[in-house]
Nanobody
């Protein structure tokens, strides 16, 4: 009923920048929180950043000052601008959203398929 599709991943040199996008579609009434998570090979999935419908943000300490999360509520889309990228940022980045669907009164978590980000010289 709800689909999340990420885009914008790729290969970038250390110190470079990428902008990831995640668009939600389907029978959506509202989206309370959207965010980005990442998982590197052999490691657990970790929080990157989240943003509420009102614009409140939360970042992992490892990305503060380098990454900026934003959203367009009218388009049900969340973005993350990633600057000063480091090799340790290499991971699959996945979009997450807490969505209230049409005809319901509660929010349910949904996940996208993920997009690969590789930071290497």
């Amino acid at each position: 009923q709800v689909q999340l599709v990420e885009s914008g991943g790729g290969l970038v040199q250390p110190g470079g920048s990428l902008r990831l996008s995640c668009a939600a579609s389907g029978s959506i009434f509202s989206i309370a929180i959207m965010g980005w998570y990442r998982q590197a090979p052999g490691k657990q999935r970790e929080l990157v950043a989240t943003i509420t419908s009102g614009g409140s943000t939360n970042y992992a300490d490892s990305v503060k000052g380098r990454f900026t999360i934003s959203r367009d509520n009218a388009k049900n889309t969340v973005y993350v601008q990633m600057n000063s990228l480091k090799p340790e940022d290499t991971a699959v980045y996945s979009c997450n959203a807490f969505v209230r669907t049409l005809g319901t009164s509660f929010h349910t978590a949904y996940w996208g398929q993920g997009t690969q980000v590789t930071v290497s010289s």
